[in-house]
Nanobody, 118 residues
Framework: QVQLVESGGGLVQPGGSLRLSCAAS????????MGWYRQAPGKQRELVAT???????NYADSMKGRFTISRDNAKNTVYLQMNSLKPEDTTVYYC????????????WGQGTQVTVSS
């Protein structure tokens, strides 16, 4: 079964940076637009950013200028560079295609926890 594995989360101080990675277990990754999402406890999952197979990107308004999504199709990996982190960015981050309901990677992975705190 093809799957996605997120990594790179951790504890960082406000204003700090983290780089998240999401590795796909199949090269079909290169054919799909990918997205990073986040979900805080008790809240709906929200879209953070998306990237097309060719590299065109889109961001949620609150992440513009702070987060950068990128991908390496040769490594079947999508990244999220997060700068100027704020305490309100604290939550679990997930990756999937830009249309998770029809994702070939199945249901959501375990995600990676990001905690922004001094």
């Amino acid at each position: 079964q093809v799957q996605l594995v997120e990594s790179g989360g951790g504890l960082v101080q406000p204003g700090g940076s983290l780089r998240l990675s999401c590795a796909a277990s199949s090269s079909i990754f290169r054919f799909y637009a990918m997205g990073w999402y986040r979900q805080a406890p008790g809240k709906q999952r929200e879209l953070v950013a998306t990237i097309t197979p060719g590299g065109s990107t889109n961001y949620a308004d609150s992440m513009k200028g702070r987060f950068t999504i990128s991908r390496d199709n040769a490594k079947n990996t999508v990244y999220l560079q997060m700068n100027s982190l704020k305490p309100e960015d604290t939550t679990v981050y997930y990756c999937n295609t830009d249309k998770p309901a029809n994702s070939p990677f199945g249901s959501w992975g375990q995600g990676t926890q990001v905690t922004v705190s001094s």
